[in-house]
T-cell receptor, first 118, second 117 residues
Framework: GAGVSQTPSNKVTEKGKYVELRCDPI?????LYWYRQSLGQGPEFLIY????????DSGLPNDRFFAVRPEGSVSTLKIQRTERGDSAVYLC????????????????FGPGTRLTVL | AQKVTQAQTEISVVEKEDVTLDCVYE???????LFWYKQPPSGELVFLIR??????QNEISGRYSWNFQKSTSSFNFTITASQVVDSAVYFC??????????????FGGGTRVLVKP
């Protein structure tokens, strides 16, 4: 089946501009995560959704970052007043929770959106 | 706070050699999950294995094997008879034991493996 998809694959913007990054999770996956990966580093957690609500947004670096998942499927990460330090690859992942209680915390990652702030 | 350390930043081997990637973790949780992911040059993270803290049994999957030692907080990964296609960055990661559907991953800095023909 289809994996996690992210659009755009690349985004170049100017400092101070607003950007939106989109994530389409695997169908039926209830959990959705955003991570940020700077060059040469491991991914860092930003925010996690369970259904429509943000269950954990402790990784968002500041109030310029915001994410939504209004219908419990597609999610959008929004960055206001972009700064050069926001340049990174933004990764989205999704996972499934079985109704029987079986734990499927295996996260499936999308290809990422490479954001460049000039 | 959780922390994952991958001390090796880059390893270069010749094809057919074995390569072992080290992973050391820190957590206050008594129950937790450990993971390994592969990130090939294409950039997409590929899940390799999940291990819960209750299960210290080592695991082998084809040319891959994992050695989990709770006493030393290590979860090392060995690729046997490496191939050029194994060239990638490998990440070790840690998460809390699941309380709800999913939990954030804490990643190490990654180890770049270069397999030369």
């Amino acid at each position: 089946g289809a994996g996690v998809s992210q659009t755009p694959s690349n985004k170049v913007t100017e400092k101070g501009k607003y950007v939106e990054l989109r994530c389409d999770p695997i169908s039926g996956h209830t959990a959705l995560y955003w991570y940020r990966q700077s060059l040469g580093q491991g991914p860092e957690f930003l925010i996690y959704f369970q259904g429509t609500g943000a269950a954990d947004d402790s990784g968002l670096p500041n109030d310029r970052f915001f994410a939504v998942r209004p219908e419990g499927s597609v999610s959008t990460l929004k960055i206001q007043r972009t700064e050069r330090g926001d340049s990174a690859v933004y990764l989205c992942a999704s996972s499934y929770w079985g109704s029987s209680g079986t734990n499927y915390n295996e996260q499936f990652f999308g290809p990422g959106t490479r954001l460049t702030v000039l | 706070a959780q922390k994952v350390t991958q001390a090796q930043t880059e390893i270069s081997v010749v094809e057919k050699e074995d390569v072992t990637l080290d992973c050391v973790y820190e957590t206050r949780d008594t129950t937790y999950y450990l993971f390994w992911y592969k990130q090939p040059p294409s950039g997409e993270l590929v899940f390799l294995i999940r291990r819960n803290s209750f299960d210290e049994q080592n695991e082998i999957s084809g040319r891959y094997s994992w050695n989990f030692q709770k006493s030393t907080s290590s979860f090392n990964f060995t690729i046997t008879a490496s191939q050029v296609v194994d060239s990638a960055v490998y990440f070790c990661a840690l998460s809390e034991f699941i309380k709800a559907a999913g939990n954030k991953l804490t990643f190490g800095g990654g180890t770049r493996v270069l397999v030369k023909p």
